[in-house]
Nanobody
Framework: QVQPVESGGGLVQPGGSLRLSCVVS????????MAWYRQAPGKQRELIAA???????DYSNSVKGRFAISKDNAKNTVYLQMNSLKSEDTAVYYC?????????WGQGIQVTVSS
């Protein structure tokens, strides 16, 4: 089964920045919109940023203006640039398609925002 591979997380202080990367099979990458999701402890997984197949992007209110999603088609990679990080951004981050059909979920990548 096709499974995304996320990387780039870690520990960062409040106000800092991180860039996450996700590599996906080329056959998927070229045919679907891609999105970043996150799951904080005790909460459900939520979609926070999407790069739609048509070229538009969408963000949840919680990250709008701070996070930016982008795609490198040549590398089959989707990125999430995260700026002005807050403690409430602490979560496991995943990438996947932006709708049906979903890929198998990868292991995700931990992002911890703490001083």
């Amino acid at each position: 089964q096709v499974q995304p591979v996320e990387s780039g997380g870690g520990l960062v202080q409040p106000g800092g920045s991180l860039r996450l990367s996700c590599v996906v099979s080329g056959s998927i990458f070229g045919n679907y919109g891609m999105a970043w999701y996150r799951q904080a402890p005790g909460k459900q997984r939520e979609l926070i940023a999407a790069a739609r197949r048509g070229g538009t992007t969408d963000y949840s209110n919680s990250v709008k203006g701070r996070f930016a999603i982008s795609k490198d088609n040549a590398k089959n990679t989707v990125y999430l640039q995260m700026n002005s990080l807050k403690s409430e951004d602490t979560a496991v981050y995943y990438c996947n398609t932006d709708g049906a059909p979903r890929l198998s979920w990868g292991q995700g990548i931990q992002v911890t925002v703490s001083s």
